[in-house]
């Protein structure tokens, strides 16, 4: 769905105020309708489930009022991993969108299918691959600055 790209290019710019505080380039935006609720990108600090995808979650629960985002989408540029696909379906996240797969923690189809799990009380329509080559290219730049800046060192 090109209505899709817009917030996908919203995660992508979250993604790189990231990448530009040196942490993880992942970005994350929460839509209801053509309303962004919620942003968030992945953050180095003391809280272990500072994601991308459980900010951008809580802050649309904040500003609803509710922890229910049934009717909610989830750009996210990095495929959720398991609590975060965990807290989406627990959200009851109607659809998430994602853009680049993760072959080592990915739990929307890649290595787990947590969102689509049917064991669960919930599933999540998934769209995958939207802007990966751009979602993908975050990723690989800001390892490519670690692995940089530890050669120095």
């Known amino acids: 769905m090109t209505a899709d790209l817009p917030f996908m290019r919203l995660a992508l710019d979250e993604a790189r105020r990231a990448l530009e505080r040196g942490d993880v380039p992942v970005g994350a935006v929460v839509v209801l309708g053509e309303k962004v609720l919620g942003t968030g990108s992945n953050r180095k600090d003391t809280d272990p489930t500072a994601h ?63 969102l689509h799990d049917t064991r669960l009380n919930h599933r999540c329509q998934v769209r995958s691959g939207l802007l990966a080559k751009e979602c993908t290219w975050l990723l690989q730049e800001y390892f490519l600055r670690r692995r940089r800046a530890n050669e120095k060192n």
């Open 52 to 114: 991308a995808e459980v900010q951008a979650l809580r802050m649309a629960a904040s500003k609803l009022g509710r922890w229910n985002l049934g009717d909610c989408t989830l750009y996210v540029t990095l495929e959720p991993c398991p609590m975060c696909a965990g807290a989406c379906v627990n959200a009851r996240v109607s659809r998430v969108v994602f853009g680049a797969a993760d072959p080592r923690a990915g739990a929307g189809g890649t290595l787990y299918n947590i």
